[in-house]
């Protein structure tokens, strides 16, 4: 059993910034494929992004230019770094995982492990 957890949320101001981390307890994520959804409250949980095994990342359209996944196997984290945040942007932010053979897998179904999910929330 992988369990996430996400940190870094917050409260920021439009056109700022904040880096959201999932770490994963007593695994590795460098073996898994981890995605970053999002929901905002009355609203289906998103894609944002997700970093393959191999390093390629993908991105939902809202997040290109704007968001970067990165991971660093040596700390078994993934972090999800957004700027110039928009108030659209408020949300609660999950982290998934799992091992994905599908080339686009931007639904929610595709993932095994989630963690509890931290509150983004950008003020206009």
């Known amino acids: 059993q992988v369990q996430l957890v996400e940190s870094g949320g917050g409260l920021v101001q439009a056109g700022g910034s904040l880096r959201l981390s999932c770490a994963a307890s007593?695994?590795?994520?460098?073996?898994?494929?981890v995605g970053w959804f999002r929901q905002a409250p009355g609203k289906e949980r998103d894609f944002v992004g997700v970093?393959?095994?191999?390093?390629?990342?993908f991105y939902a359209d809202s997040a290109k230019g704007r968001f970067t996944i990165s991971r660093d196997n040596t700390k078994g984290t993934v972090y999800l770094q957004m700027n110039s945040l928009k108030s659209e942007d408020t949300a609660v932010y999950y982290c998934a995982a799992a091992k994905l053979y599908t080339a686009a897998p931007t639904t929610a179904d595709l993932y095994d492990y989630w963690g509890q999910g931290t509150q983004v929330t950008v003020s206009s």
């Open positions: 007593g695994h590795t994520l460098g073996t898994y494929d």
């Open positions: 970093i393959r095994r191999s390093g390629y990342t």
